[in-house]
């Protein structure tokens, strides 16, 4: 029976297979839909303050209680996955067309080019990711936009490598020589026909630094230099709720909660998919 | 050896180089007058042109820049703007919590991540190895600030063992490591997740070449495969790496010493940036910058040592 099935239906029949990618993506698939609903799905006004019931742990009204302005905390969680995401999306998107551009400039034309702009690399990887998006923030100021840039700005030595590495592996496949002798320039080559080829293995890597970007805009909320509140982010909760921790710990609890879940998630489902798609574990 | 030594370190210089160029421009790319910022909204032109010209701000960028190398290389860090401290004493008071911190870690890492990954690679399938997988999923998957947050509710606030926030002090040895283990633990916990799935990938790798059936068929002990054959030459990738997952480690320590008001390097660049203090901003990145190149030094020389293909003439 499995010989009949094409790679494709192989792979998904591997990744099902694997109980932990599976779950990892049921909850990917779970927090997009909540973050997309929100307006729906809240029970609250994420904004509403109710100083009548301040700090007030699990009530009716309140699934998850209240935070030191009597807001609903379930609500912030719920409309907080929002920024999350988009932050963690879109900040891989920029990364990787960012790093891809880079990564395959230097692996094609070699030479200068190549040499710059692997230093440029070497340089951005030389600080820990997350003092480098300090600085990065810290310089462009903290908004919804800033943080998608600067995120994707740390990651995009990483995807230049990654690029690179393999332009330097497949420039000399014949389907490159045989462009070039039909008379194709380089931006064409590179578009139309290296492109395509190297889509899976960015995918890949993609799907394994969501959750990493998650990471990093939450360590960056925590310090203060997220999304400004009184818009809800998971780090913003958690900054909030370390200063009530003793009499309060359930936001700090259930805000840090969600940011774990998600990158969990994403890790998992990271895994699967590198699993499935990596040629020396087949068969292994 | 030593000449290699010496080698990368010169070749690091260059590098060196170009970040502290880039700390350089990015302090002063920072939004903000930091006149304004020390001075007030209100104060005026001429005492702001005043506070400029002491802090050196009036004179064109790239005289800022030499002026900024001379004095890096004399080891003048400045002034810091909002304290009037010198910086260098700052960053001298602030290292040792994070020298400790750091190096307890990844030490830590080390010590029970490579224990926890072996058996977990020879056992396929097991408990052992089955709880490696979660435990390190887990752990690459838990914000630093989370778990030093979870560690602190546990045993600082329900069970009263440790204090909860703080450095302690250093010369107290009771105190200092009191106030380290908390943090030290919830970074160590996290390095080990990092070393504990390297040390298995790369020992599953190893067991899998065809010296060690060689070596199972001359008649070894399984014993000795495996610490002598298969571990030595599994430790060569875990320790490349191990440095990789160091300086990630390090970003880290930021958010643990903010998340223990731990007075450490982290905090003081964090509290930095909210008050728009530059010279101590930049001064707390080179630094950053110089313990990165050390910790990538170390690692290509331990590297080269416990590698026998690698000769460095």
Redesign the interface.
């Known amino acids: 029976m499995a010989a009949g099935l094409s790679p494709r239906q192989q792979m998904w029949a591997a990744f099902t297979r694997n109980r932990t990618a599976v779950a990892g993506g049921v909850i990917a698939v779970l927090l997009v839909r909540v973050a997309v609903g929100a307006p729906w799905i809240s029970p609250h006004d994420p904004l509403e303050q109710d100083p009548g019931t301040r700090l007030a742990e699990r009530t009716a009204q309140h699934w998850l209680g209240t935070d030191d302005f009597g807001r609903d905390v379930f609500s912030r969680i719920i409309w907080g996955s929002r920024v999350s995401l988009v932050i963690g999306g879109a900040s891989v998107v920029l990364g990787m067309v960012l790093g891809t551009a880079m990564g395959m400039i230097a692996g094609y034309y070699g030479g200068k080019p190549e040499s710059t702009i692997m230093r440029a690399t070497d340089v951005m990887m030389c600080f820990p990711d997350l003092i480098l998006a300090i600085a990065v923030t810290a310089a462009l100021g903290a908004s919804l936009i800033n943080l998608i840039l600067t995120i994707g700005i740390v990651l995009t030595p990483r995807f230049a490598r990654l690029a690179h590495g393999v332009l330097l592996a497949i420039r000399r496949n014949e389907y490159v020589l045989a462009a070039r002798t039909a008379g194709a320039g380089g931006p064409r080559i590179l578009f139309r026909h290296i492109l395509p080829n190297i889509t899976g293995d960015l995918l890949v890597a993609g799907s394994l630094w969501v959750g990493e970007s998650i990471r990093l805009e939450a360590n960056l909320a925590f310090i203060g230099l997220g999304v400004q509140p009184p818009t809800p982010t998971w780090g913003n909760m958690t900054r909030d709720g370390i200063e009530v921790l003793i009499n309060a710990p359930w936001i700090a609890v259930y805000s840090g909660l969600s940011i774990l879940v998600a990158i969990l998630a994403f890790n998992m489902l990271g895994d699967g998919i590198r699993d499935v798609t990596d040629p020396k574990l087949r068969g292994a | 050896m030593v000449s290699y030594a010496v080698r990368r370190i010169l070749q690091s210089i260059p590098?060196l180089f170009?970040?502290l160029t880039?700390?350089f421009l990015?302090a002063r790319?920072?939004?903000g007058d930091p006149a304004v910022a020390a001075l007030g909204d209100y104060a005026s032109k001429d005492a702001v042109n005043a506070l400029r010209e002491r802090m050196g701000l009036n004179v064109p960028l790239w005289m800022q820049y030499v002026r900024f190398l001379a004095d890096l290389c004399r080891g003048n860090l400045g002034t810091s703007m909002i304290t009037h401290y010198p910086v260098a004493a700052q960053i001298q008071k602030a290292l040792p919590y994070s020298l400790e911190l750091t190096f307890s870690a990844i030490g830590f890492g080390f010590l029970i991540g490579i224990p926890l990954g072996i058996p977990a690679a020879v056992r396929r399938n097991s408990f052992v190895d089955y709880f490696n997988r979660v435990f390190s999923?887990?752990g690459?998957?838990?914000?630093?600030?989370?778990l030093g947050?979870?560690l602190?509710?546990l045993f600082s606030?329900q069970l009263k063992w440790f204090p909860v926030v703080g450095g302690g002090e250093l010369s107290n040895l009771s105190s200092n490591l009191r106030h380290l283990f908390l943090p030290a633990l919830s970074l160590g916990l996290i390095m080990t997740a990092y070393v504990t799935r390297m040390t298995r990938s790369s020992l599953l790798n190893s067991l899998r070449e065809d010296y060690i059936r060689t070596a199972h068929a001359k008649g070894l002990t399984a014993r000795v495969v495996l610490f002598k054959h298969a571990l030595r030459n599994a430790l060569i990738p875990i320790v490349a790496l191990g440095g990789v997952y160091a300086?990630?480690?390090?970003?880290?320590s930021?958010?643990t010493e903010?998340?223990f008001s731990r007075p450490g390097l982290g905090s003081l660049?964090?509290g930095a940036?909210?008050q728009r203090d530059y010279t101590t901003?930049q001064s707390v990145?080179v630094f950053?910058?110089v313990i990165?190149?050390v910790l990538n030094l170390m690692t290509d020389l331990v590297y080269e040592l416990i590698d026998p293909r690698i000769q460095y003439r």
């Open positions: 590098i170009v970040v880039l700390v990015i790319v920072l939004p999923l887990m690459l998957s838990v914000p630093a600030f989370y947050i979870l602190m509710l606030i300086v990630v480690l390090i970003g880290s930021v958010m903010i998340v660049m964090v940036i909210k901003l990145m950053y910058a990165v190149a």
